[in-house]
């Protein structure tokens, strides 16, 4: 930065450091920290640097143990913009918590992945391939009526329904705890729903599923 606190060109950055990189790294590297700054809510008056950062004085506070940390970690109560997202869409409450817990104790990786990738709303249903110009056809691949969203091609679709009743009479009939389970949109998205409580095996089996 300069004295002012503006950033400098590239050629007074090349002309001062003499580091070997190109305008586009550069540019990027200050528009990552325009964007912090303006996240942060930080303001810059100068080019001097702190005397000491905030994240080294929590460090160097003297608080033994890793609460401390932890407690930084877990400060940013912000939800994900996928929860809105989610809850405008299937206009209902979801608890996170228990969705975001039920992604970590899934141990497979693939299907951890699999589970946050549809948990965050960043699966490749046709209409974001459309979108990419990938595909033309922004319609479900199985009953090719609606529109490929998430929710359509794992619970609404008449074809995937189909699907679920057939796993339900399963479940009802092969597992002794299983009889009065009623599979719904929200167990088969994330998981849980608050009319029952399920465990590990049962969590399982929809993932898969
Ligand atoms: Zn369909």
Known sequence: MKENGAFMTFNQFKEKYEINTDCI???????????????????????????MIKTLKVIYSGQKGARLYYEVLIQDANKPKCCEKWETKLNTDINWNTSFKKIQKIREIKLKWFQIRLVQR???????????????????SFCGKERDAIEHIFWRCEHVKRFWEQLQTVVNNACANGLFVNLNESIILFGHDCSFKSDDTFDLIILLA
């Open 25 to 51: 790294t550069y540019i990027g590297c200050v528009q990552a920290i325009k964007s912090y700054i303006l996240k942060t809510g930080l303001t810059i008056d100068n080019n001097m640097s702190n005397h």
């Open 122 to 140: 960043i699966l490749a249903t046709n209409v974001v391939l459309a979108h990419m110009g990938v595909e033309k056809d922004v319609t479900c």
